[in-house]
């Protein structure tokens, strides 16, 4: 079940995918995939589970495929790795991307010192730190770099929210709305995340069970 808010007057649908779709460009965002993180990993010796790209490129066609996207836009941090990624995952990137002709624009995150050498295998357009969309919104990578004449939707915190307590306590992926800012969750399910600590006026929304889910605040906060 999605979720629609008004930011800068588009409504943006929250989508359980970890993503959000704004309605009247159908323009998908996702922020944080980290395509080759745990490549990277496993080459310094960690062990990580196999499956991580896979499962986020089929939950990417899964969004796109729900909202009939006409774009993909990437806040950022498409690549964790310095160097770029191994050919193992520039492969399956690539080849995916034979199968999705949609266009995709990729908004440069802290990450992404490599993915110059990358963007037109992968059929990417860079855009350099910022994207407009009309004139009511800005896409960045940090919200700390948030537009001060209008709204902004931006990446890079992977934002968390906890619910319940003791040994019921979930920490859950969440979208984070703060004065005119919109934060997006990590796309990919293998990110660390960074609790959210919401001040009065804001809005979290969780993802939990293919739902996104608004989180009432605690007395005193949010009002």
């Known amino acids: 079940m999605d979720r629609v ?4 007057g588009e409504s943006i649908r929250l989508l359980p995918e970890r993503a959000a779709l704004v309605e009247s460009t159908r323009t998908l965002l996702v922020a944080d995939l980290h395509v080759d993180k745990s490549a990277a990993y496993r080459r310094q010796g960690i062990p990580i589970p196999e499956g991580i790209l896979e499962e986020s490129l089929a939950r990417l066609e899964q969004a796109i495929d729900r909202t009939s996207a006409r774009e993909v836009v990437i806040l950022g941090d498409l690549l964790h790795a310095a160097g770029g990624p191994d050919e193992d995952s520039r492969g399956r990137v690539a080849a995916w991307r034979r199968l999705r002709d949609l266009p995709m624009r990729l908004v440069g995150g802290n990450h992404d010192r490599a ?10 357009e860079g855009v350099g730190s910022m994207l407009s969309i009309g004139e009511s919104l800005e896409l960045r990578h940090d919200p700390a770099h948030a537009a ?8 890079h915190l992977h934002p968390m929210a906890a619910l319940g307590g003791g ?3 979930l920490l859950l992926a969440c979208f984070h709305l703060a004065a005119r800012t919109l934060v997006l969750p990590a796309f990919t399910a293998f990110a660390r995340g960074v609790r959210v600590d ?26």
């Not at 993915?115 to 990417?124: F, G, K």
């Not at 004449?149 to 990446?155: D, L, S």
């Not at 919401?198 to 009002?223: C, H, K, N, T, Y």
């Open 198 to 223: 919401p001040q009065p006026g804001d809005r979290v929304f969780v993802v939990a069970e293919r739902r996104v889910l608004e989180v009432p605040l605690p007395a005193g906060i949010g009002g």
């Open 148 to 155: 001060a004449h209008r709204p902004t939707i931006a990446g």
């Open 115 to 124: 993915a110059a050498r990358i963007l037109d295998e992968w059929a990417i």
């Open 167 to 169: 040994s019921r306590r």
């Open 5 to 8: 808010l008004e930011l800068g």
